[in-house]
């Protein structure tokens, strides 16, 4: 049998059937269970931000987990201290203070307990939002599909249309804890607010003493060929990180900037796995991989050759983002075919809708990689029948 096969017989049916049973990986390369390659435009939902076996990636968490594997939070590491001072470092040396876990979805949690300890309950999340699965997190996803059937979900949250800052103005009063934003919409199929709307969420929440949170766990770290995708001058609270801070070893991160960093005290909080020095060194060697290699530039010079052959296609209607996190709007309900056609002809490829796609592939994607999917992508994007 093969592990596809073996598959449905072992595990829970959440994901649906994989489409393929991968068993290495190269660069911006993979390779599947019958030594057939792709080009890899997924980068694991915009996870494998250094590609696939990258070595720097690989030396430095073979060498902490030959030095020091685990220690739980009753002790710490200099990873851990590390990556805490880089982050605060890279959200322009705030003050402020780290809580490290081993998702989005957890680093989102970790934020909404952190804003009841505002004393308010009230939240406001944008429509099209997407914070991850677990309760908390899901009660300000926004998908109804994903919330509906796990429904009652903590906490009170108001949604307003993305981008609208009349609506979000409207909806923010002195009883609001917090407003959470992404910078970009991703799950969404990358959508992008309009410009000044992040710094008028500041000036809203900052009005009626609300915190201003920025879920960055797809944005972040390199992948819009910034740091963050927020305007450092907006000056979040919060900031949420995860997906590409470990490039595929799991890490995120909770980040309380200002006297936001102290709302959480002994006790407040935990976790397992969170610090761990093996994830920390990862995230350690991702930053300073993405700054040797000079991948944000790199972001968005190949960002720029994928936006331009999508908008050399007839078929492509809009196209929207920033760095290597790109959405394309169809002109039809064509997405799953050209992914499936993509995938027949070598490129792994995502579609967040019937009508559109997602292209985050690692930041270390090359000229003739992009170049390939180019030549290519005729082919893909029309529909035979």
């Keep these: 049998m093969t592990l596809q096969d073996r598959y449905p017989q072992a595990l829970m049916n959440t994901f649906g059937p994989p489409r393929l049973a991968l068993v290495r990986g190269e660069g911006a390369r993979v390779w599947d269970d019958a ?14 931000a250094l590609g696939h076996g990258h070595p720097a990636l690989v030396d430095a ?44 979805t957890e680093a989102n949690e970790a934020a909404l307990k952190l804003t009841r300890r505002t004393g308010r309950t009230r939240l406001v999340a944008a ?8 309760m908390g ?30 609506a979000l103005r409207a909806a923010v009063d002195d009883r609001t804890a917090a407003v959470v934003l992404e910078p970009i919409q991703g799950e969404a199929g990358v959508v992008v607010p309009p410009d000044g709307y992040l710094a008028a969420a500041r000036d809203i929440t900052r009005a009626h003493g609300a915190l201003l949170w920025l879920d960055e766990v797809q944005t972040g770290v390199g992948r819009t060929g910034e740091w963050f995708a927020h305007d ?40 397992t796995f969170g610090g761990n020095p093996v ?16 991948l ?53 490829l995502n579609n967040t809708g019937p009508a559109r796609l997602r292209f985050a592939p690692p930041l ?21 029948s």
């Design 127 to 134: 429509e099209g939002s997407f914070h991850g699965r677990t």
């Design 279 to 294: 994830a920390c060194a990862a995230g350690l060697a991702v930053i300073e991989t993405v700054e040797k290699e000079g």
């Design 296 to 348: 944000l530039g790199n972001a968005v010079d190949r960002g720029g050759q994928l936006v331009d052959m999508l908008r050399s296609s007839s078929h492509v209607t809009a196209v929207e983002g920033r760095g290597l996190m790109i959405g394309a709007q169809l002109a039809d309900e064509r997405a799953v075919g050209v992914v499936t056609r993509g995938q027949d002809a070598g490129f792994l």
């Design 61 to 104: 968490v073979t060498e902490q987990l030959r030095t020091l594997g685990h220690v739980s939070n009753f002790f710490t590491t200099a990873p851990q201290v590390e990556l805490a001072e880089r982050i605060l470092e890279l959200l322009g040396g705030s003050e402020g203070r780290v809580f490290f876990v081993s998702s989005g």
């Design 137 to 166: 997190a899901l009660a300000l996803t926004h998908k109804a599909a994903y919330r509906e059937p796990f429904e009652p979900l903590p906490g009170e949250v108001d949604w307003v249309p993305y981008g609208d800052v009349e």
């Design 232 to 271: 450092p001058a907006v000056a979040p609270d919060v900031v949420t990180l995860a997906k590409g801070l470990g490039g595929g070893i799991p890490v995120g991160a909770c980040v309380g900037l200002g006297e936001a960093g102290a709302l959480l005290g002994p006790g407040n909080h935990g976790t």
């Design 364 to 384: 270390t994607i090359t000229e003739a990689d992009v170049a390939e999917l180019a030549d290519a992508w005729a082919g893909i994007v029309e529909d035979p």
């Design 35 to 48: 030594g057939r390659s792709y080009l890899d435009f997924f980068g694991g939902i915009a996870v494998n």
